[in-house]
């Protein structure tokens, strides 16, 4: 029994350990190709950009250095194992996005000014009408109810940028799906945009995370983007 227990514990520990190394990836995960666009329609730059011109691709399968996939997150309390949300982790890569940093709601200036480029992260997650989290592989039409988390560095400092359902004062994300397979049940291409006619539609909350991981509320900024994703 003893050695049982021990085994227990290991295997535990390791599952704990393989999620810090390797930001949240198991080995279940989809790889997804994401597209990014620059500019809506009327040509007004969105927050989150490429680092193309117009537009540009982040293709994992063609460039081992990005990350981009769906996974189920073994942190999280709400998941279950397959609830699958995105994630994109430049931070081994010489790609980036770009973001921009505009207070609203009498918000401060951000820690930076003008557009910057990151080696950042991307994480949208989405959940059902009672905010459990909702896998992307099992969205029909599409649901309203996503987050989208935008995590950067500046000045050694670690920021995150969050729009999220049960985060007051914020919008929420639109994931909608665009290939749904009636054979597999599954989808297999999205698109991920701010969710419109909504309080505080594209309004996101800017946090600074402290050594011990303590965040600090920064203030409110606009959060606007627009990304096609695939899978494979």
Avoid at 36 to 45: A, I, L
Avoid at 48 to 69: E, K, M, N, T
């Amino acid at each position: 029994m003893r050695c049982k227990r021990t085994l227990s514990l290991i295997v535990v520990l390791m599952a704990v350990f393989a999620f810090t190394a390797g930001a949240g990836k198991t080995s279940a995960n989809y790889n997804i190709t994401a597209t990014f666009f620059n500019y809506d329609t009327n040509e007004n730059p969105f927050v989150v950009r490429s680092d193309g011109s117009s537009s540009a691709v982040y293709d994992p399968d063609h460039d081992s250095s990005i990350l981009s996939y769906l996974y189920s997150d073994p942190s999280c309390t709400r998941c279950g194992t397959t609830a699958y949300e995105w994630a994109l982790d430049l931070s081994q890569s010489s790609r980036s996005f770009l973001l921009t940093l505009t207070p609203v709601n009498g918000s401060p200036a951000g820690p930076f000014s003008g557009t910057m480029a990151f080696n950042g992260k991307l994480r949208s997650r989405c959940f059902d009408p009672a905010n459990n989290v909702y896998s992307w592989l099992a969205i029909k039409t599409s649901d309203s109810n996503c987050a989208m988390r935008v995590d950067f560095t500046y000045n050694t400092v670690n920021y995150i940028l969050l729009m999220k359902p049960t985060e007051s004062g914020t919008g929420t994300a639109t994931v909608t799906c665009t290939n749904w397979d009636s054979s597999t049940a599954m989808c297999s291409a999205w698109t991920d945009v701010p969710t419109t006619a909504v309080p505080n539609a594209t309004v996101a909350h800017l946090y600074s995370a402290g050594k011990n991981g303590a965040l600090t509320l920064v203030g409110s900024y606009a959060l606007s983007f627009d990304m096609q994703l695939m899978h494979p």
